[in-house]
């Protein structure tokens, strides 16, 4: 089974930067898209970056021109560059991918969190 990993968040201060990653535990045969959430305390998950297949990348309007998300498929890892955090981004920020495995089975993936702290 396809695990995927995350690392990269921390405590940065306002306005700071971070970069979160997010590997998968084993190879598969494609991938139709991958996202980046977050949860804020006492918030439902909220979209934050999606990348497709063929590179187009979406953002919430919050983030954009701040965050970049890229993803490496040589190294199955998928990244968010956050730039200028502000204090209300503190949140678990979770990565998801829909991939195809090499046996041919659809799956929609989470990692299990990241907490990002944006606090002087």
């Known amino acids: 089974q396809v695990q995927l990993v995350e690392s990269g968040g921390g405590l940065v201060q306002p306005g700071g930067s971070l970069r979160l990653s997010c590997t998968a535990s084993?190879?598969?045969?494609?991938?139709?898209?991958a996202s980046w959430y977050r949860q804020a305390p006492g918030k439902e998950r909220e979209l934050v970056a999606r990348?497709?297949?063929?590179?187009?990348?979406n953002y919430a309007d919050s983030v954009k021109g701040r965050f970049t998300i890229s993803l490496d498929n040589a190294r199955k890892t998928l990244y968010l560059q956050m730039n200028s955090l502000k204090p209300e981004e503190k949140a678990v920020y979770y990565c998801?991918?829909?991939?195809?495995?090499?046996?041919?089975?659809?799956?929609?993936?989470w990692g299990q969190g990241t907490l990002v702290t944006v606090s002087s």
């Open positions: 990348i497709s297949s063929d590179s187009n990348t």
């Open positions: 084993r190879s598969f045969r494609s991938i139709d898209h």
């Open positions: 998801n991918a829909v991939i195809v495995t090499t046996i041919w089975r659809r799956l929609d993936i």
